[in-house]
């Protein structure tokens, strides 16, 4: 066993932990604060149905987005969209046997080119943090490196993909001894492990930088609230208390 | 004392919105508005003065709040830099100030939250911009969350609709809580819970002007309507902003709701001791303080025995109305407390509880109870400005959206010559009159001209394209706003006023004594 391997499944091990509780404790801190007032931005769904409807519209189509910068949305969506197809991708890797939906020619394929969209709107999105004046004004360092941090992470994957091939079935078989709790040993592959070093790293701050986005959105109050005030009476435990 | 002179924005020809502005950082820095003495701060239970331990209490009270507002929470974590809100702000449109951006302001709270209750800002404050809370910084939220009108604009564009308003009522609160807060709006608050309005006018003041409008409206129309106050027994009881009372062009509306109740022949009352439907506790974030306040109208209406609870034309009256009456006070359905319970069996609930009167008037109009006739407006060519907190924060009718069409199709049926401004200015795109949110203040005269340049403009383009000699509004703030800022671009003050003023003038009083 070299001590790359055993760095890397350690790294990994600790990242994963970090990522899943972490993000545990945010959803549970989420979910266990009480939202006192009724507070949906219009245009507000009056029912249930609709307010599924509307965070599905959100979080799929990034719709608020689309209807207030279209170069955003564009960037934006690209890279979402192309993260999340070569995500799905990914899966391969992770399992035996692979889902057939995943081992499909055309999924592996558009997996591949999805990367290009990816790095795509992420150079975009960066671009505008230099170009356009007010966006320069409120980006902090962490912005900066996030972008940098994600853009490493596609362009070390495109370059196994399309400059120099890794040996994905010593990769599978690292992998799927991780999740095991066996260690394999790793392909001792620079690029490869550029790649694992820099997801681990994406995986560690997750749960304590603005990644929070990705569970903060299915949780704030102006979007997933129902427009009823006057049919159903809305109190939080703690106003409750006001009323003895 | 005479204000810092400051220029007037300039308004464009052919256009509707004016270009995003480069950043010109600091350029508001200065502006702020008068602190709160000691006096007025008890009285809403805050510290007179500033605390000497402030920053402690401070970080406190954030962590407080950050407990009881899941909105809160959420929005200090969630924000990503998209930039997609930076120009959606008016004030910021109007001022070029980069803090008058919605993620800016927000990140004024955001850093100080950083460094205080989260991991990276604890140990890499630099990387992620954290910052200690100091004097300065205290100062600016003074400045920046005074500059905010809580219209929601922002919220509406956020991909995670981040509402900058929970931002600025939360710092508000906070700022509140160690001592440092606005005399405008406490001390109107502090009149509303000692006398019961935010004009301080006691009941004989009271009912004295509504007996001198009885008798302007029988000398104009020969017919005796009743502004009666009061009054046990009464069908409907009428809450309304008090600025109705005495100021122009609100009393106009004042006279409209009259003609309406006495037309379609519903008996109706104003209460002396919950005479205000102005609410500014909502402003300060003080769910407390807006408890407060709201409490009045459940007893007024328990007093009076009434069976339903009407809301005049007050924008941010109606947004704590429609959406947290239920919640404070059980105005509403689906109550289970004692005191909610008892208003429910009180209440007819064929109608929504609370109303607003647009939605009475609407319904009136339709079952053909009241009749108008439209060209007595034939003066009038009307534009419609949607007021932020009914455009964004609340509803009317059944449908959603019903707060944008209501008021229109009343309008419409109240006049002939009706055109909206350009679609991305009105409806849940509107922007704010520059007035609201606690800001409509002499002190803050700057702030609120520069804030109303983008409702200037597109306002400009109807009356350059159309004619248009009147904006009907349902706010009393706007219409407060609008009769002082218009005349710094060179419109006439008289051309705003509320779609109640349009009734007023076109309603058939008929003869059902
Ligand atoms: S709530 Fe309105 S005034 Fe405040 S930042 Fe947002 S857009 Fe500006
Ligand atoms: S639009 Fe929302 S996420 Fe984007 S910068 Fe503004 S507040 Fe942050």
């Known amino acids: 066993m070299t001590t790359t391997t055993v760095f890397f499944a350690a790294l990994f091990y600790v990242a994963t932990a970090i990522l899943v509780l972490g993000l545990a404790r945010k959803i549970y801190q989420y979910a266990k604060t009480p939202a006192p007032l009724k507070i949906p931005t219009t245009p507000a769904p009056t029912t249930k149905a609709g307010v599924i409807m509307r965070m599905g519209r959100e979080v799929v189509l990034f719709e608020s987005l689309f209807k207030s910068n279209k170069w955003i949305w564009i960037f934006g969506w690209l890279f979402h969209v192309g993260l999340a197809v070569v995500l799905f991708r990914h899966l391969r890797y992770f399992q035996y046997p692979v889902w057939d939906i995943v081992s499909f020619e055309f999924v592996q394929a558009a997996g591949k080119y999805a990367s290009f969209a990816m790095v795509a709107g992420l150079i975009g999105l960066w671009a505008r943090r230099f170009l356009v004046d007010r966006v320069r004004y409120i980006t902090t360092l962490s912005d900066h490196l996030i972008l940098l941090l994600l853009i490493g992470i596609g362009l070390t994957g495109m370059g196994m993909t399309f400059v120099s091939h890794t040996d994905v079935v010593g990769l599978k078989i690292f992998m799927l001894g991780l999740m095991r709790f066996e260690i394999n040993p790793l392909p001792e592959d620079p690029l490869l492990m550029a790649h694992l070093a820099l997801v681990a790293t994406l995986m560690i701050i997750f749960p304590i930088s603005k990644l929070l986005h990705a569970p903060g959105v299915f949780f704030s109050p102006s979007r997933n609230q129902v427009d009823d005030p006057r049919e159903h009476r809305h109190l939080a435990p703690w106003a409750t208390e006001l009323e003895k | ?513």
């Open chain 2, 1 to 513: 004392m005479a204000g810092p002179t400051f220029e007037t924005p300039k308004l464009l020809d052919d256009t509707a919105t004016l270009p995003i502005p480069s950043v010109k950082p600091g350029a508001m820095q200065g502006v702020q508005s008068f602190i709160a003495g000691d006096k007025i701060q008890e009285q809403l239970g805050y510290p007179g003065e500033l605390l000497p331990n402030w920053k402690e209490r401070a970080i406190e009270r954030m962590g407080e709040l950050l407990q009881k507002y899941r909105g809160l929470q959420v929005f200090l974590d969630a924000c990503v830099h998209c930039g997609a809100c930076t120009d959606k702000c008016h004030y910021y449109l109007g001022t070029a100030d980069p803090n008058n951006m919605p993620v800016a302001r927000q990140e004024l709270v955001r850093k100080v939250y950083r460094r205080y209750f989260t991991f990276a800002g604890k140990y890499f404050p630099k990387l992620v911009g954290a910052i200690d809370l100091t004097e300065e910084v205290l100062d600016q939220w003074y400045s920046y969350f005074y500059q905010c009108s809580e219209c929601r604009r922002c919220s509406v564009y956020c991909p995670y609709g981040i509402d900058t308003a929970e931002i600025t009522m939360a710092a508000r609160e906070i700022m509140d809580s160690v001592g440092r807060g606005q005399k405008y709006s406490n001390e109107i608050l502090g009149k509303l819970h000692r006398i019961g309005n935010n004009l301080g006018l006691p009941g004989p003041a009271l009912e004295d002007t509504l007996a001198g409008l009885e008798e302007d409206i029988l000398a104009d129309t020969g017919v005796p309507v009743r502004l009666p106050i009061d009054q046990k027994g009464a069908e409907v009881l009428l809450v309304t902003p008090s600025a109705d009372f005495f100021s122009e062009p609100h009393v106009e509306s004042l006279i409209g709701y009259a003609k309406v109740f006495h037309a379609a022949g519903i008996s109706w009352t104003l209460s002396s001791t919950a005479s205000e439907a102005g609410n500014f506790g909502l402003f300060i974030g003080s769910y407390e303080n807006m408890r407060k306040a709201a409490l009045r109208i459940r007893e007024a209406a328990l007093e009076l025995g009434v069976k339903r609870i009407v809301v005049g034309e007050c924008g941010h009256a109606w947004r704590v109305a429609y959406s947290f009456w239920n919640t404070l006070i059980g105005v509403g359905a689906g109550a289970e407390d004692p005191f909610g319970k008892a208003l429910q069996q009180q209440l007819d609930h064929r109608y929504k509880q609370p109303s607003h009167i647009c939605e009475v008037t609407w319904d009136l109009i339709q079952k053909g109870a009241i009749k108008l006739d439209k060209s007595a407006n034939d003066h009038r060519i009307v534009t419609f400005h949607d007021s932020c907190n009914v455009a964004r924060a609340s509803r009317m009718g059944d449908i959603p959206g019903g707060q944008f069409i209501i008021p229109r199709e009343i309008i419409k049926a109240s006049c002939n010559h009706f055109y909206d401004m350009a679609p991305e200015t009105i409806y849940e795109g509107t922007f704010c009159c520059g007035g609201g949110g606690g800001l409509l203040t002499d002190d803050l005269m700057e702030v609120r001209v520069k804030g109303a340049l983008p409702r200037m403009q597109a306002l400009k383009q109807v009356v350059d394209d159309r004619k248009v000699n009147f904006m009907a509004t349902i706010c009393a703030i706007c219409k407060a706003q609008f009769t002082k800022v218009l005349p710094y671009y060179g419109f006439p003050m008289s051309m705003v006023g509320g779609v109640h003023q349009l009734v007023s003038t076109a309603i058939q009083l008929g003869s059902n004594e």
